[in-house]
């Protein structure tokens, strides 16, 4: 029986994204946008190279969770294996894990919470479920949109490119999404588990 205080966070924070500054301000990359939002909230200190990503922890106020947020460095299908590890090493339950990603299946600033479900094709979250062992993780859905098409080709141009909706359109959608976060999260550490 695990006591608080006997793994290093109550929740793994894994921002969805493709590393390299060619994909930053991507609709895909709006994961990585979200946990850095979150990080710097919190005021967490500057994330360094740790399981195959850049990982940070802290509280998210004093006395508040203890949380890890994680960017993996896979690139999107392979974030599990920046995921796994950090979920084996930190002790986190499946069910404190937060998956952070781009949902095109939701209208532009639309942000769902999710506790398991489907993967609807997205290949982080295949990734994720492959080296998690299961998709009963959380997730936070942000909403950013698809084309008119159904073309892989067509759909895989407007994912990878940048937001076409204006700046501050942008940033209420981080802003929404980071507060979902929080309010998943919460202020309290896990209960004695």
């Given at each position: 029986m695990f006591r608080r205080g006997s793994a290093p966070v109550d929740w793994l924070i894994v921002g969805l994204g493709n590393p390299g500054s060619e994909y930053a301000g991507t609709r895909h990359n709006v994961g990585f946008e979200?946990?850095?939002?979150?990080a710097a909230?919190?005021?967490?200190?500057?994330a360094k190279k740790k399981f195959a990503?850049?990982?940070?922890?802290?509280?998210?106020?004093?006395?508040?969770?203890?949380v890890g947020v994680l960017l993996p460095q896979t690139f999107m299908n392979e974030a599990g294996r920046a995921a796994g590890p950090a979920r084996g090493a930190l002790k986190v339950p499946l069910d404190h894990v937060l998956a952070i990603h781009d949902e095109i299946d939701l209208p532009?600033?639309?942000i769902e919470p999710?506790?398991?479900?489907?993967?609807?094709?997205?290949?982080?979250?295949?990734?994720?479920?492959?080296?998690?062992?299961?998709p009963d993780f959380h997730r936070i859905r942000v909403g950013v949109g698809r084309p008119d098409t159904t073309d892989p080709e067509i759909v895989s141009k407007y994912v990878l490119?940048?937001?076409s909706e204006p700046n501050d359109e942008v940033a209420g959608l981080i802003d929404d999404a980071v507060r979902e976060a929080e309010r998943l999260v919460g202020e309290s550490p896990l209960p004695d588990r």
């Open positions: 979200v946990a850095n939002a979150l909230r919190w005021d967490l200190p500057r990503g850049l990982y940070t922890d802290g509280r998210t106020v004093p006395g508040g969770s203890r532009f600033g639309r999710r506790l398991g479900g489907g993967l609807a094709g997205h290949n982080g979250l295949k990734s994720l479920k492959r080296e998690l062992g299961s490119g940048r937001f």
